[in-house]
């Protein structure tokens, strides 16, 4: 079989998407003629290194729909478009703010263009709901001259940006969202966006909670970021052969949202509630932050752990959600879904066997070192050791859950006891863990 058909076979259990990309598989008619827009900069395409025609009439475009100083189109996720912003917000040496819960591809910018890491702590719930950025936080971590926040957090927690951003504009820090999981929310709830609340840089991925073709971005600029700088960037972390197909896909998946998707969001929240009322009596939590997107479903059931919900869903009723972690799943709802997607979700919810409660497995990060001078790893020699030997050695790679990517050990970062427990804790919680070979060896700095 060749991998076509192994990727079909496997797509074919599926009956509805609770995951990425936004599109769902559903906008097969935004694309009839798929490799007829696949193109290159010839006559009348325009560059996207140099944009002067109609890549550079689309971003302008683009702009005036997100009433933006400038919109730049990604084709290399919000992976690159985060880069080229913090390439155009930085220099050498400096030290970013960076949220414990970033995503990481943040401390992989800040190793690539040599910058310091001063990491924000954040806030546990009580009640296990999990862990958040908020301005207390901010305040304590050590010095850093730009400020970046994950809002909403891959869970979809909202942080508190005008908060955030009135603190870092009193001190001339730059403010950088990457609201990569936030490419709906300027169209519904502006004032969760970075985008309302003045952020110098905000960064989608309009292949999640748009309709946009995988590994598609934007990068906002608003604040008085140098836009030249920000070309650059742009030039330096992209291909010199832009899909164009999926640059078409962007401004296509844009104007969708704009015009039908934006209505079709609204009726999706106005649908939930009594969904969310039939769960609640049947004692199914949909667990939120202090605020929270209501297209993210970030569900426990009673009795079962997140990996049992995920599988269950999946084998019985062919619901494929994106992730879990040791207590809950997480399912995606996007513009192009409605009722019939709720109702699927929620019967196939109220099915499962009534199980006793078991205790909530704590979710708070282990303590970590708060400031990371990182230096580019190929300096150093390294070694593999069974991660569970590795207490007091210094990591030689990140070692992340993935999804949702956000790395507990960082390349050059002391390993500690607790640390380790952790990761344990996860393995054992049926999560795969990026850094640790078959046989759970990492590097380790020699
Ligand atoms: C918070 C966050 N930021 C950035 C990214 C990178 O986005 P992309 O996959 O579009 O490169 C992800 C990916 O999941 C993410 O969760």
Redesign the pocket.
């Known amino acids: 079989m060749n991998f076509e058909d192994k990727l079909r076979e496997a797509l074919d259990k599926e009956k509805i998407s609770f995951h ?1 990309p936004g599109h769902k598989g559903k906008c097969g008619d935004l694309y009839p003629d798929l490799y007829g827009l696949d193109t290159t900069e010839t006559f009348g395409t325009d560059n996207l290194a140099k944009p002067e025609g109609i890549l550079k009439e689309s971003m302008e475009d683009l702009a005036k729909i997100y009433g933006t100083r400038a919109s730049y189109l990604g084709v ?7 880069y080229a912003g913090l390439y155009s917000l930085t220099r050498e040496g400096q030290t970013i703010g960076l949220p414990r ?3 990481r ?2 401390f992989q910018a800040a190793e690539l263009l040599h910058l310091n890491i001063s990491l924000i702590d954040l806030e546990e719930s009580q009640e296990g709901l999990g862990t958040w950025i908020s301005l207390k936080t901010v305040k304590k971590a050590p010095n850093f001259d730009v400020l970046v926040v ?1 809002s909403p ?2 869970y979809g927690h909202l942080a508190p940006l005008k908060d955030l951003v009135t603190y870092a504009h009193e001190r001339k820090i730059p403010v950088l969202v ?1 609201e ?2 936030g490419s709906h929310l300027p169209f519904f709830s502006r004032e969760d966006s970075g985008l309302g609340q003045g952020a110098d840089i905000t ?1 989608h ?1 309009v ?2 909670m748009l309709p946009g073709l995988t ?1 598609t ?1 934007l990068l906002h600029v608003q604040g008085e970021v140098d836009l030249d700088r920000v070309q650059q960037g742009i030039k330096f972390f992209t291909t010199t052969s832009p899909s164009y197909l999926m640059m078409a896909s962007i401004s296509r998946a844009v104007d969708w949202m704009d015009q039908v998707g934006r209505g079709k969001v609204l009726d999706l929240i106005q649908a939930m509630d009594p969904f969310y009322q039939d769960l609640d009596q049947a004692g199914i939590e949909l667990l939120r932050g202090p605020r929270q997107d209501p297209l993210k479903w970030l569900i426990q059931v009673p009795g079962y752990t997140g990996r049992e919900v995920y599988e269950r869903l999946f084998k019985d009723y062919g619901l494929a959600l994106e992730m879990y972690d040791q207590n809950r799943a997480l399912a995606v709802l996007s513009p192009v879904d409605g009722k019939k997607e709720l109702a699927a979700l929620t019967e196939a919810l109220l099915s499962f066997p009534k199980r006793e409660p078991r205790p909530r497995k704590p979710l708070k990060m282990p303590e970590l070192v708060d400031f990371l001078e990182t230096k580019d790893r190929r300096n150093f020699k390294m070694k593999k050791i069974d991660f569970r030997k590795a207490v007091g050695l210094y990591a030689g790679d990140f070692v992340t859950p993935y ?4 790395p507990l050990l960082y390349p050059q970062g002391k390993i500690n006891q607790d640390q380790v427990d952790y990761l344990q804790d996860l393995l054992e919680a049926g999560i795969s863990l990026e850094g640790l070979d078959e046989k759970l060896r990492m590097n380790v700095i020699q």
Do not use: E
């Not at 999804?403 to 956000?406: D, K, L, M, R, V």
């Open positions: 990425f290399g996720g919000s992976t690159m478009a985060l819960n970033s995503h591809s943040l994950a957090s891959y990457d990569a999981h960064v991925s292949h999640k590994s971005a999804p949702p990517g956000i």
